[in-house]
């Protein structure tokens, strides 16, 4: 099937993320209907992956960290499969939807903004056995199996199955590891006063990392901190260490431990969208170079990809799976991959589409960071604010409600900021709930239990 739309500009923007999202909408409100926008991603909706940690651990239902596509971008045309060839060349894309229908859409401009993947390890079983922490669903699963597991445990009487019930195990350190476990241990916590058949000392959370530290974005006193906040709240850290296998469920690390587990998250790493660094899918040129930058595009100040001799004609890439130079923080320095960046970013790739169209110089992107944040569980936090060239370093309650604040305005849509605050506020008047749901992953299987009787 080939799309084709006519004489108007086509704007193609591969993802629908923090820089899909924007860029269509921003795109759309400069140009109207003087522009052709279509959108691409595999989900119909953006994850707002700042509030996962939250949405595992209970404390956001997980439809509210989620912004509908076809909802939010009036007039756009939205495609939901998954980008599986991109010819520049020809200026087509290649998409393939989960029904394996084949589309082919042209463009006059593309916006690559797909973000990135896990990135795994040759690590025995980790493929088998680990989970995610990218998706809703991901964290969905995640608050389901421990509290599964909670109610599970209490209902046994043999010791070891109630030991690996009990045993939780997330690999890296950073925000989206740390905030994670963070979260899980303050949500199983809570639980315990509904469970008189277990106590805390049961309990068994493990953060593997192979750094000498966690949260390398924030001080070293923070992240001592943090460190401090999750070892005394009886968080195994394990810095250092490498997962040398988890076969079976059973861990096996570098320093000698080994235990079962009944649940591993994986938060080590991440890599661009496979398609770009694969030679025969994309005809773009990505940085070979190993290292940090490996497999991203290369992007110029004014974020048009960047090729051998100049300027890639009519592409644009931004977030995860762009290496965008940072111009705020001085010459040689680089952008970090977070929601902050992606957001600003998209926005001015959408200006610079509407310049290009328009014939107006481009806009060299520039944003002076506004500091980082995490949450801890509940009213803890760490993370530190730029006011102007003032750092100001926080920690414990400021820095929870700082963060819970920034997010919530970050969040796209009124309603979805709406449904936000409200879920706070119910928890906080009845608690959040224990309800895990493991059953959910299987829906038909009481229904084929049924129909065997």
């Not at 509030?51 to 989620?66: H, K, M, Q």
């Not at 520039?366 to 993370?383: C, I, P, Q, W």
Request: with cysteine; hydrophobic share 40%; proline share 6%.
């Amino acid at each position: 099937m080939n799309t084709t739309t006519g004489a108007k500009p086509h704007v193609l923007i591969l993802g629908g993320g923090s820089v899909g999202l924007n860029a269509a909408h921003d795109l759309r409100k400069a140009l109207g209907s003087e522009v052709a926008i279509t959108i691409v991603d595999s989900r119909p909706y953006m994850t707002y992956q700042p509030f996962l940690p939250e949405v595992g651990a209970g404390s956001i239902d997980p439809r509210n960290v989620l912004a509908p596509l076809r909802k939010v971008l009036a007039g756009t045309k939205v495609v939901t499969g998954a980008v599986s060839k991109i010819r520049h060349e020809d200026r087509t894309v290649v998409v393939t939807t989960d029904e394996d229908v084949t589309l082919e859409i042209s463009y006059d401009y593309l916006v690559v903004g797909l973000g990135s993947v896990p990135r795994l390890l040759p690590i025995p079983g980790l493929a088998e056995n680990a989970i995610g922490f990218k998706q809703v669903e991901e964290a969905i699963a995640v608050r389901d199996r421990i509290l599964g597991n909670l109610a599970e445990a209490a209902s046994t009487k043999d010791p070891a199955v109630r030991k690996r019930l009990l045993t939780f195990t997330f690999v890296g350190g950073g925000f989206a590891g740390g905030e994670a476990i963070s979260e899980a241990e303050d949500m199983v916590r809570d639980a315990l006063r509904y469970y008189p058949d277990l106590h805390a000392s049961d309990i068994r959370f493990v953060l593997i990392d192979a750094a000498p530290f966690i949260f390398p974005e924030v001080s070293e006193e923070q992240r001592a901190y943090a460190l401090n906040q999750l070892r005394e709240r009886g968080v195994e850290v394990k810095l250092e260490t490498f997962l040398n296998s988890c076969e079976g469920g059973v861990v096996k690390l570098s320093d000698g431990d080994e235990f079962e587990t009944d649940l591993i998250v994986w938060n080590a790493g991440v890599k661009p969208a496979p398609v770009l660094f694969d030679s025969e899918a994309s005809d773009l040129p990505v940085i070979q170079e190993r290292g940090p930058m490996m497999g991203r595009l290369g992007v110029l100040p004014d974020l048009r990809v960047k090729g051998e001799n100049g300027p890639v004609d009519g592409v644009f890439a931004a977030g995860d799976c762009a290496w965008v130079p940072d111009l705020a923080s001085g010459e040689g320095k680089f952008c970090p991959p977070n929601a902050q960046h992606a957001v600003r970013q998209g926005k001015r790739v959408a200006d610079n589409i509407a310049r290009s169209i328009q014939g107006r110089p481009l806009v060299d992107y520039y944003h002076k960071n506004l500091g980082v944040l995490a949450t801890l569980g509940m009213y803890k936090g760490v993370g530190y604010m730029m006011l102007g060239d003032k750092r100001i370093d926080m920690k414990g309650l400021p820095a929870w409600a700082a963060a819970r604040a920034y997010h919530v305005y970050a969040m796209p849509t009124v309603g979805r900021k709406a449904a936000v605050v409200a879920g706070w506020v119910a928890n906080a008047v009845s608690r959040r709930d224990i309800i895990g749901i493991p059953q959910s992953s299987t829906p038909r299987a009481a229904f084929e239990l049924a129909a065997k009787k």
